[in-house]
């Protein structure tokens, strides 16, 4: 395809490169050079159950991950998080904790987690764990022992009992249901054997939820922080942090029983979720950290909404970064991308803490998937499976390529999840009988739930079970395929995925993309095109199905190989996003900037 073969993204309208007039709106958020780490870090999510087995199990492990910290450290990462690897019956895939100051035999020993973090640390990037406080496993010490006291107990006082209402307390204590489906109540058999009191769990029924008001439960979880931090631990992904308290008598409420929003009962005033007394815990945490070297991290994972209320759990004195699930349910559409960032930037800018980016984890269908399936929504949680429409492959990785390559040029925090530097989807035809998630097993199917996106990664594509594990064995199998995305092809290929992602974050470092600025282009003529500047960098998101002109600048780098020549020539092809170099950064004195 050459330049002049390409018709312009208007139709009946002919432009020439740099001609098309792209206006500079005003800047919408200043340079924030703190030099804080965390304000522009970059955070790799391992889920350790599907990185790398080294022991032949099927199971990824820590020994795994160790052995594979030089190739993720060319990727050029500030930090990894690993999703929970402590004892655990795994019944949610491990944030089900029976033991949080443990390691689960399935991943290895203590010994193996310090060898990671220093590991690590000699790589230059730190370690943050994964730290659940808002339920523990059924099979955790201190509600075996809460099982086993008394109703009225301290034991039981450090989770949720309550008797039943109704004839024979046969009715749950309130109308709160679980996340993953079905009732928040279950009811348990007392010593005696006794029909007896029920617990609360916002997951599954082998989550009981702590109760926070209970100040020993707050000294249990400080124990764990000082535990991990004594160890080298570089900060905590905190899980459900926006769930830990429960509003004071735990009131029916009349929206949808698990919280989520609807109308006339938006999600800041659920019961469970939200309360004021979080503010004390993460003070109290972000204390902690502070006396700590190397400035530990806090990352809220918080399923919140409004941004600005998510925006208040990062204030001064609390947690550095929140999740940006925001910016992650925003489908493949320019003016939603451009109204989540403005909004994004405002509400973490009025407090002073960064915004941070994300498109994929482990609880929804990867974005290379999302983005193959034109203008389907996905619940977070529902993944695709057998029955659904299936995405398209290719348009799904030009986009996911193209939506990485501009996430990282806007500033703030960004996260990444493990095999999206692979350009990996989901495994859209998993069979039901694979399916491990208690959301799926929770519904009877009604949910296709989230193994689709956790499945064990391709690390050389003609070994068993494409090199994840030496036996062949993987715990979900891998779909048809999958060996062609395998790391080994990736590094040979110039224009792999694996080859942008690390140019992307080795001129985001460079140019200091992180602590950057943010001023929107518009070009009413191209209403599919999203266009940012940042410092002396141009960031161009061509969201339509036809190549459109880019602004004047110097090439930097192309989401599409191929359409590499094209877009230095001024054209930027379909799903595709550039970086460019403005033209006075470029040392052209011809640079205009009202008409870029
Ligand atoms: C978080 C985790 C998810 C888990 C849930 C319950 O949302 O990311 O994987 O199932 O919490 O712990």
């Known amino acids: 395809m050459t330049p002049s073969s390409i018709e312009p993204g208007v139709s009946g309208t002919k432009q020439v490169p740099g001609t098309s007039p792209y206006t500079l709106g005003k800047e919408l958020h200043t340079p924030s050079d703190t030099g804080q780490w965390w304000r522009r870090a970059v955070i790799y999510q391992i889920y350790p159950r599907s990185f790398k087995d080294s022991t032949g199990s099927g199971m990824g492990d820590l020994a795994g991950i160790t052995a594979e910290l030089p190739k993720i450290a ?282 941070t980016w994300v498109l994929s984890n482990h609880d929804v269908s990867r974005h290379a998937t999302r983005f193959g399936l034109d203008g389907v929504a996905l619940d977070l949680g529902d993944g695709i499976g057998p029955r659904d429409p299936q995405p398209d492959e290719e348009l799904g990785q030009a986009r996911a390529r193209a939506a990485t390559l501009f996430m990282l040029g806007l500033p703030g925090g960004a996260y990444l999840y493990q095999g999206e530097e692979l350009g990996l989807g989901d495994h859209t035809t998993l069979e039901d009988r694979y399916r491990q998630d208690p959301g799926f097993l929770r519904t009877n199917g009604a949910k296709t739930g989230r193994d689709g996106c956790r499945i064990p990664l391709p690390w050389v594509h003609d070994a068993p079970a494409a090199g994840f594990s030496p036996t062949g064995e993987s715990w979900l199998p891998q779909p048809a395929g999958w060996a062609g995305f395998s790391r080994d092809l990736q590094e040979e290929d110039p224009a792999s995925t694996l080859n942008l992602y690390r140019r992307a974050l080795g001129l985001r470092s460079e140019l200091g993309l992180g602590l950057g600025s943010l001023a929107f282009y518009t070009n009413p003529a191209l209403p599919e095109v999203l266009a940012i500047r940042n410092g002396d960098t141009v960031n161009v998101l061509n969201l339509s199905g036809t190549a459109v002109p880019l602004p004047r600048g110097e090439l930097l780098l192309c989401s599409d190989a191929a359409g590499t020549a094209d877009a230095a020539a001024g054209w930027l092809g379909p799903n595709s996003a550039a970086w460019l170099r403005t033209l006075e950064a470029a040392g052209d004195a011809a640079g205009d900037e009202e008409n870029v």
Request: aromatic residues 12%; contains cysteine; proline residues 8%.
């Open 74 to 355: 060319t990727l050029g990462v500030d930090a990894i998080w690993l999703s929970p690897f402590f004892d655990s019956p795994q019944r949610d895939a491990g944030y089900d904790v029976s033991d949080y100051r443990s390691v689960d035999p399935l991943f290895g020993t203590l010994d193996d987690a310090q060898n990671l973090i220093d590991t690590a640390a000699g790589h230059g990037i730190k370690t943050i764990i994964d730290i659940v406080p808002n339920h523990c496993s059924n099979e955790h010490a201190l509600f075996k022992a809460a099982l086993a006291a008394a109703p009225g107990s301290a034991e039981r006082a450090m989770f949720h009992f309550a008797d039943g209402t109704g004839v024979g307390g046969n009715t749950p204590p309130n109308n709160w249901s679980s996340l993953f489906g079905g009732p928040g109540w279950t009811r348990i058999t007392e010593s005696d054997g006794s029909p007896g009191q029920y617990y609360f769990h916002l997951f599954d029924a082998t989550q009981p939820d702590f109760n926070w008001r209970n100040p020993a439960v707050e000294a249990e979880f400080e124990a764990t922080l000082r535990f991990w931090l004594d160890r080298g631990a570089g900060g905590f992904r905190i899980d459900v942090a926006h769930a830990m308290f429960k509003k004071e008598g735990m009131p029916d409420w009349h929206g949808a029983p698990d919280g989520t929003p609807t109308p006339g009962f938006p999600f800041a005033e659920a019961p469970m979720y939200g309360q004021p007394e979080l503010h004390t815990v993460f003070a109290r945490w972000r204390e902690i950290c502070e006396q700590y070297p190397g400035e530990p991290v806090l990352c809220s994972e918080a399923n919140a909404r409004p941004l600005t209320r998510l925006a208040d759990w990062v204030a001064p004195g609390q947690m550095h970064q929140s999740f940006n699930f925001d910016y992650l349910r925003t489908l493949w559409d320019r003016d939603a991308l451009a109204a989540v960032i403005g909004e994004s930037l405002a509400a973490f800018d009025t407090v002073g803490a960064p915004t």
